[in-house]
């Protein structure tokens, strides 16, 4: 499926394949993110000592640490998803031109085309 100009607007075949990337990616996420809440809450059975007590607790933190990075990623995925049906999705949030195909395929939640984020990030430094 080639497509002469990237930043051109996306056909229906190219927003079907983000679309089915899009909720493949959501599986996965929610998946592991329940995998680290699960990880969170389970008793260690062995624990015998102090050390052993910090390890697992260190672990607990970590996975609640993960699970919110993966509530984050579900976030924007969803966004994604509900930009698709608005008909907004592969618009840039700023200067309202298409997101190149490649870069949705890359980043299929992204908001920015690459320049307009370059712009952004180089406006924040």
């Not at 102090?50 to 260190?58: I, M, P, Y």
């Not at 970590?62 to 608005?86: V, W």
């Amino acid at each position: 499926m080639a497509q002469a100009h990237d930043d051109a607007a996306l056909t229906p075949e190219q927003l079907e394949t983000l679309r089915k990337n899009l909720e493949e990616a959501r599986r996965e996420v929610l998946a592991r993110r329940m995998q680290r809440l699960a990880d969170a809450v389970q008793p260690d059975e062995e624990v015998t000592d102090e050390g052993d007590s910090a390890t697992h607790a260190e672990r607990q933190r970590t996975s609640l640490h993960l699970a919110e990075a993966e509530r984050a990623s579900l976030a924007r995925i969803d966004g994604a998803l509900e930009r698709m049906k608005q008909g907004t999705y592969g618009i840039d949030v700023e200067t309202e031109e298409p997101i190149g195909f490649r870069r949705l395929l890359a980043v299929p939640w992204a908001t920015r085309s690459a320049a307009g984020e370059e712009d952004r990030e180089h406006r924040s430094r």
